[in-house]
């Protein structure tokens, strides 16, 4: 079962933050084909952009093998 973290800068509406989640779900469970309907969490995530050097490059680099950039 899928499970997505997203993390950005504060700022975002709850509404938008909805958006993403759906379309991340709809993405996803088409790609890996997951089944309709499966319940997997999208978690979303604000850090302050004052605290992402800090924070979100170190988890970047600790899981470098498991990136996936366009």
Do not use: H, S
Not at 5 to 20: H, I, S, V
Not at 49 to 61: C, F, L, Q, R
Request: aromatic content about 8%.
């Amino acid at each position: 079962m899928p499970y997505v973290n997203l993390k950005l800068y504060p700022g975002r509406t709850d509404e938008q933050k909805r958006e993403a989640a759906r379309r991340i779900i709809e993405v996803v469970t088409d790609i890996c084909r997951v089944a309709p309907g499966a319940d997997f969490p999208v978690v979303i995530e604000e850090v302050a952009p004052d605290d992402w050097k800090a924070t979100i490059g170190p988890e970047v680099e600790a899981k470098a093998a498991n990136r996936y950039d366009q």
